[in-house]
């Protein structure tokens, strides 16, 4: 079975660019949210999804956004990028909150 | 808002010693728990999990009780490996208002040593 797969691994852009990364769920699982990991704000809950509506978001300014596709795939997006977003990004996947998250390896995102 | 807080560490121990990562949780109700572990270089992998007050979550060693009296769900293991050496978080339900996500806590780095 496969598991969580996000693309790319790596990334570097420069600042005031926009990046968009995808995340491809475990098949059967609707519920797709996505993460940012920092090593001062530590994990940060970005956004989470279920068949292609938003239903839940942190606080995050409006630059970074999301959308998830029918086949449950989902991308995020972060606009005007600045230094702080340097982060792993992380997107988990799930049929339900209490069954728990698989999540994926991450993007690892550098912005100079 | 709901939130999670826990020792950060790192918590260094020897191969065998038992381990005690302390977590205590603030949230409206009886939210389900959980805690998740992230070995170097990947993301993070479902530990174990209590959805109602008073249950025990194990897996590989490792247990937590749900405590509503004192608000925690702390980690133990009572014989650590070298191969336990990770970053755990402790996390609950987002408090959003919307129906899926996760709190995390800042994490704790084990360190295990042979």
């Known amino acids: 079975k496969a598991g969580v797969t996000q693309t790319p691994r790596y990334l570097i852009k420069t600042r005031g660019q926009q990046v968009t990364l995808s995340c491809s769920p475990i098949s059967g699982h609707r519920s797709v949210s996505w993460y940012q990991q920092t090593p001062g704000q530590g994990l940060q809950f970005l956004f989470e999804?279920?068949?292609?509506?938003?239903?839940n978001k942190g606080n995050f300014p409006g630059r970074f956004s999301g959308r998830q596709f029918s086949n449950s795939r989902s991308e995020m997006n972060v606009s005007t990028l600045e230094l702080g977003d340097s982060a792993l990004y992380l997107c988990?996947?799930?049929?339900?909150?209490?069954?728990?998250?698989?999540f994926g390896s991450g993007t690892r995102l550098t912005v100079v | 808002g709901d939130s999670v807080t826990q020792m950060e560490g790192p918590v260094t121990l020897s191969e065998e010693a038992f381990l005690t990562i302390n977590c205590t949780y603030t949230a409206t109700g009886y939210p389900s728990l959980f805690w998740y572990v992230q070995y170097p270089g990947e993301g993070l992998q479902l530990l174990l999990k209590?959805?109602?007050?008073?249950d025990k979550g194990s897996n590989k060693g490792f247990e937590a009780t749900y405590r509503k009296e004192t608000t925690s769900f702390h980690l133990e293991k009572g014989s650590v490996q070298v191969s336990d050496s990770a970053v755990y978080f402790c996390?609950?339900?987002?408090?959003?208002?919307?129906?899926?996500?996760?709190?995390f806590g800042k994490g704790t780095h084990l360190i295990i040593q042979p």
């Open positions: 999804y279920f068949s292609e509506t938003q239903r």
């Open positions: 996390a609950l339900p987002y408090s959003g208002g919307g129906a899926d996500g996760l709190t």
């Open positions: 209590a959805t109602k007050a008073d």
């Open positions: 988990a996947s799930s049929t339900g909150l209490n069954y728990g998250y698989t």
